[in-house]
């Protein structure tokens, strides 16, 4: 079993700055793929940044230049560096990991989401 667990999510001013945690625990092989997501009510969820497994990057138009993401790889953990954040980055995000489970299989698995307010 895996479970993703997310942390440091909370109510900022705008301009200023959050930095997000999501740690992987349970029987995992390699993590291909890390995302950030977020949810708004009413809308869809949308993808934030992602890096891959050897460290590509890629980032939502909205948020390049001042989101950052980055995996420890030997602490199964992404990171989501949230810096001049805007009142419209206001937000239920969640972490996402392709995970591979062994040489034969890989699944999806999603944290249990965590609140960002930004105050105008």
């Known amino acids: 079993q895996v479970e993703l667990v997310e942390s440091g999510g909370g109510l900022v001013e705008a301009g200023g700055s959050l930095r997000l945690s999501c740690a992987a625990s349970?029987?995992?092989?390699?993590?291909?793929?890390w995302a950030w997501y977020r949810q708004t009510p009413g809308k869809q969820r949308e993808s934030v940044a992602t890096?891959?497994?050897?460290?590509?990057?890629n980032y939502a138009d909205s948020v390049t230049g001042r989101f950052t993401i980055s995996r420890d790889n030997a602490k199964n953990t992404v990171y989501l560096q949230m810096n001049k954040l805007k009142p419209e980055d206001t937000a239920v995000y969640y972490c996402n990991a392709n995970i591979r489970l062994n040489f034969k299989s890989s699944s999806d698995y999603w944290g249990q989401g965590t609140q960002v307010t930004v105050s105008s």
């Open positions: 349970g029987s995992i092989w390699w993590i291909n793929t």
């Open positions: 890096v891959t497994g050897g460290g590509t990057t």
